[in-house]
């Protein structure tokens, strides 16, 4: 069973009362309230809960499209966990300029966001929101709990991978926090409910308690490719330890390339395949790609949703795309939102006249230059995800079933990823990995790209620098960039420079507090425990 299907058992069972997540400690006097007294009864309350867990990722709320959200903003669509972390991740780099201009927004566009950030403050608080769910399921899924229910040992077993899922998760959400807000609040399943001001860890801290996580369910986990649709399983943990460890130097100063490797291998060995083209990892039915390691499920019609891939795919399309988007793109319209800097697009140069294949932009009433951040035709639009498939001979075409809603899936792990992980783990230095190898992984990438051996790449054309680049073209607008760049020492500072970075055409020169996001400050004044990011 497809987990597009699984989260629709979510929306029915959730739908059915609206304090479940508001005070998990008090007993109900209603019998139709449910509580974490009486809500984990059976193995589907499990099924259920773990489901809501999951639907985190891409539902902002307890109805679809909007209605009961789970988070206290404005306006719920820009509340989605991964619409949220698309923006951080993609827009204050050269991969994304935003037209809209939404309070708070363009400064996304420059760097120049600070503590009362809308859009800081909805990716931090749909983070623990998420974590608190995670520590809910966990807590009611200890062994001791467990024994207090009338399940049959079959069920306690299923119940204890679910608990496995959700730790997993939960690791990848504090995986986030410190990746974009270093130094963070510190709650686990072992905290008891209620309210109190919660400790704030240190970077080292965090790290400490992903990777002994990761480590601590790895056997518990399902094998890769055998868990359903959806769900996360033992290679998901390999690749986000893989990148736990090759950001190492960044969070903690110390260099962890060796271990980064050994998690690649894990991965590259176990059964994920290259997919032979390239677009199908981003258009409809992209659930069938060998690639994906983990992709976040989308559905138009039974897990509708302003953010996920419906906000990627609709904020890219405008101007002339328009005319096209229903048959081409699969959506009735576009919100004119997003294009990509010229300082991008020549990243993507012609090899032996053969044209990169990845380069997936719209240039038909668009200029290359951004002299006008606002104006969507200023600046070529990309059309990497789609609503809609089309074959190689353009005989079949597909498109999804809602077209305001879209069904295409988000690969938040790939192998492609992982490959180039590895090669720059051994350019760095890590042990247990080989040049000719990353070579190898590079050269089929790119025989993917340009469909021949052209744009191959020989041992001495692997670099640092080239990485970067091939990530770059590999990886665009899959949430990697800012943490790409700050990783190389190039997203803040002026050592790079891109298009409206620094709040000028030109780019200019940014300030090194922001390689991290700003605690926000209703936090920082509500707990003393806290301190605020250097610089803000």
């Known amino acids: 069973m497809k987990m597009k ?34 809500l984990f009864y059976d193995l589907q309350d499990y099924t259920q809960f773990l489901a809501k867990c999951y639907a985190g990722l891409s539902l902002t709320g307890q109805q679809g499209p909007a209605g009961m959200g789970d988070i206290n903003v404005a306006d719920e669509g820009f509340s989605s966990y991964l619409r949220q972390y698309w923006v951080h991740q993609e827009i204050p780099t050269d991969e994304a300029v935003v037209a809209w201009t939404d309070p708070g927004l363009p400064q996304y566009n420059f760097q120049a966001w600070t503590t009362s950030s809308d859009f800081a403050e909805m990716m931090y608080y749909r983070i623990f929101y998420q974590i608190t769910l995670c520590n809910e399921f966990i807590r009611n899924s200890s062994d001791e709990k467990l024994q207090e229910k009338e399940l049959s040992d079959a069920d306690i077993a299923i119940i204890k991978v679910y608990r496995s899922e959700a730790r997993l998760l939960r690791a990848l959400s504090y995986w986030h926090a410190l990746d974009l807000f270093g130094s963070v609040p510190f709650v686990t399943d072992e905290d008891a409910m209620g309210a109190f001001l919660p400790e704030q860890a240190t970077k080292q801290e965090l790290f400490v308690f992903i990777e002994s996580e990761l480590i601590a369910i790895d056997s518990v ?12 399983d033992r290679a998901v943990a390999w690749t986000l330890l893989a990148k736990l460890y090759l950001n190492a130097e960044v969070y903690i100063g110390q260099k962890k390339y060796t271990e980064c490797l050994t998690y690649c291998k894990k991965v590259i060995n176990a059964g994920y395949t290259i997919d032979d083209r390239y677009q199908d990892m981003f258009w409809l039915g992209n659930e069938t790609s060998p690639e994906i390691i983990f992709n976040i499920p989308q559905d138009g019609i039974h897990s509708k949703t302003w953010g996920g891939v419906t906000f990627i795919i609709s904020a890219a399309v405008g101007g002339n795309m328009n005319a096209i988007a229903p048959t081409v793109y699969g959506i ?15 990243i993507f140069p012609d090899v032996k006249g053969d044209i990169d294949k990845r380069a997936m932009f719209f240039t038909d009433g668009q200029t290359l230059e951004i002299d006008d951040y606002a104006q969507f035709t200023n600046g070529y639009a990309v059309d990497k995800f789609r609503n809609s498939f089309i074959s190689a001979d353009e005989q079949d075409t597909l498109l999804g079933a809602d077209q305001t809603f879209v069904d295409t899936d988000f690969p938040l792990f790939r192998l492609a990823d992982v490959y180039l992980m590895y090669a720059e783990a051994v350019l760095r230095g890590g ?21 021949n051996t052209t744009g191959n790449i020989s041992d001495v054309d692997l670099t640092l620098d080239f990485i970067l680049d091939e990530r770059a073209r590999e990886l665009y607008w899959e949430a990697h960039r ?42 920082i004044n509500a707990n003393p425990n806290l301190q605020q990011n250097s610089g803000y």
Request: with cysteine; proline share 4%.
């Open 5 to 38: 299907k699984y989260l629709t058992i979510l929306v029915v069972f959730i739908t059915l009362f609206s304090s479940c997540f508001k005070d998990l400690n008090t007993i109900p006097l209603d019998e139709d309230e449910v509580t974490s007294a009486n």
């Open 221 to 232: 986990l399902v094998e890769p490719r055998q868990n359903e649709y959806g769900r996360m």
């Open 332 to 346: 009735g319209g576009g919100w004119g939102g997003h294009r990509v800097t010229p300082q991008f697009v020549n």
């Open 431 to 451: 042990k247990g990995g080989d040049i000719a190898t990353a070579v190898g992984y590079v050269n089929e990438l790119r025989e993917r790209a340009y469909g």
């Open 482 to 523: 800012r943490t790409d760049l700050i990783r190389y020492g190039l997203f803040t500072g002026g050592d790079y420079l891109w298009a409206w970075k620094g709040g000028v055409q030109e780019g200019a020169a940014t300030n090194v507090k922001f390689n991290l996001y700003p605690i926000p400050a209703a936090e």
